[in-house]
């Protein structure tokens, strides 16, 4: 049975639109114009990962946070529902409020301070 | 208030732009508006930032940051928020704050105000008006500084860059974005945002396809939407209804001139200005998305720093110019910036972008006689992505046009 993937390629402005193969024991990238696109191909279909972003719930609004480092793209959903389960009384930029998340070797940091919204 | 440089907006171009003035040895202002600065960074919590200009990637406010630490180690520079400028005069300008209105004389002026969303009225969105129509910056700045979830069933219209991370961010927030709706055959925003904003969510992109009508009365109940042949007009037959609690828009940006009373360029929507940022005022000088809108912050910030430092050379009787060329362009480039390029020391840049894609062309710059007087080859680049082009100023003699060439 062939097992073919789509994918356009992101590395650079071409888009080269990537076919993957999958059926046989190592994985076959086609379409690609260079190395690069056979590596992201690659990457994507065995081991995709994202940096997650998120809100965390303070006692004065909602602060932005982020993984520290990708996360497989399975497990996005899984982190912000992590993330959705706290409830910070303080909070500020730099802070650590979940550490190794899940187990995936990423902690869950606040990236910036609250907003002064008067307008 | 007397300063050698003011610069209104403190977003990222303001900010960078201020630091520069500051560091050229200039006494210098910046103003802005709301409580803080940062600008729309603030509410951009999504990563991606910074990768060009620091070669690391941040989030919208930790791209920020950066900057205003930056901004508060200048010892020559000042910063006022919550504060209006309400006119501008030669390179003064009067203020509005809390205590009342303020004239602050400046030698050189840096318009650095960014840009603002189309709306529903800008687009002639057809349909009843109720609520539960947002832009998508305005649904950004709901869910992420208020904490706000603007609605549960959506449909992006346009598929500008603030649309597919808000069609990202209200999935992540528990939402169900339906699709991305784009009346054009491409997209406008970054590939990367398709990829990791879309296709990672499954989320629907139908090009060629618009919202026909909005259907509700006192919310949005829904839309009817179909396709669109090549003249832009509704094919009828095509027309399906989509349920939704909200529409939003996110239908291009256009660069914030109210304030600014000079002739305006219909391709950018904004002033002309030469090669060193200086508009067609004496001493006024411009930078970020109040000039052109650009692709990546990263390109808004070396813009800024730029226009800041020449306006501060300017204040301080420093800028030295060439003779004064003008520039045009070929068919398949949309605009550039500058207009208007001078010979003499240095180098000089020339930001563009292209009409559609070009794929392993060369972009030509050639003079009165057609001779080429600087190239570069490209490899790929789409509409959506801004180019920028460098020419020695040494070499430039005569008027210039800039082309697409092929191998």
Do not use: W
Request: include cysteine; charge should be positive.
């Amino acid at each position: 049975m062939k097992k073919q993937t789509m994918m356009t390629c992101i590395m650079c402005p071409m888009g080269c639109q990537l076919v993957v193969d999958s059926s046989g024991k190592e994985l076959k990238v086609s379409g690609n114009t260079c190395i690069r696109g056979e590596n992201y191909a690659k990457e994507e279909m065995t081991s995709p990962k994202r940096i997650v972003t998120a809100l965390v719930k303070t006692s004065f609004g909602v602060l932005p946070v982020k993984t520290t480092k990708p996360v497989p793209k399975s497990m996005i959903f899984d982190v912000v529902r992590e993330v959705n389960k706290i409830s910070l009384k303080t909070g500020k930029m730099g802070d650590v409020v979940i550490k190794n998340v899940l187990g995936l070797d990423a902690d869950i940091v606040i990236t910036g301070n609250k907003v002064d919204d008067r307008i | 208030m007397k300063y050698d440089v003011v610069v209104i907006g403190g977003g990222p171009a303001g900010m960078s732009a201020g630091v520069e003035s500051s560091r050229n040895g200039a006494k210098t202002l910046i103003i802005e508006r709301n409580p803080f600065l940062g600008g729309i960074l603030k509410q951009c919590i999504h990563n991606g930032f910074g990768l060009h200009y620091f070669k690391e990637e941040f989030t919208g406010p930790e791209y920020a940051q950066k900057f205003i630490e930056l901004v508060n180690k200048e010892k020559n520079l000042d910063v006022l928020t919550n504060t209006f400028v309400t006119k501008i005069d030669g390179t003064n300008v009067e203020i509005t704050t809390e205590f009342g209105k303020k004239v602050v004389e400046a030698k050189a002026l840096v318009l650095a105000m960014g840009c603002r969303e189309r709306t529903a009225g800008n687009i002639l969105l057809t349909g009843s008006r109720p609520s539960g129509i947002f832009t998508a910056g305005e649904a950004q700045r709901l869910v992420n500084i208020q904490g706000k979830l603007p609605g549960k069933n959506v449909v992006v219209l346009g598929s500008g860059d603030i649309g597919l991370v808000m069609a990202r961010r209200l999935t992540l927030q528990g939402a169900s974005v339906k699709a991305v709706l784009e009346i054009n055959p491409t997209t406008s925003g970054l590939r990367r945002n398709i990829v990791q904003c879309l296709e990672d969510f499954n989320i629907p992109l139908l090009l060629k396809t618009t919202i026909f009508e909005v259907v509700g009365k006192n919310r949005v109940e829904g839309v009817y939407y179909g396709s669109v042949d090549e003249r832009y007009n509704k094919i009828e037959a095509t027309k399906k209804f989509l349920p939704c609690d909200t529409i939003i828009l996110s239908v291009g940006l256009v660069p914030e001139t109210d304030l600014i009373d000079m002739q305006i360029n219909p391709k950018t929507k904004s002033v002309f200005v030469n090669d060193y940022l200086q508009s067609e005022k004496e001493g006024v000088f411009v930078c970020g998305n109040v000039l052109h809108v650009h692709d990546l912050v990263d390109n808004v910030s070396m813009e800024g720093a730029l226009a800041g430092k020449n306006a501060s050379d300017y204040a301080l009787n420093r800028l030295k110019k060439g003779k004064q060329y003008a520039l045009s362009h070929s068919t398949e480039i949309s605009y550039t910036v500058p207009t208007m390029i001078h010979s003499g020391e240095g180098t000089a840049v020339i930001k563009f972008r292209v009409r559609t894609k070009i794929t392993k062309s060369y972009f030509v710059l050639k003079n009165a006689k057609g001779e080429v007087v600087a190239k570069k080859y490209v490899m790929a680049c789409l509409p959506g992505e801004m180019q920028t082009f460098e020419v020695d100023r040494s070499l430039i003699n005569s008027n210039l046009v800039l082309e697409v060439a092929g191998l």
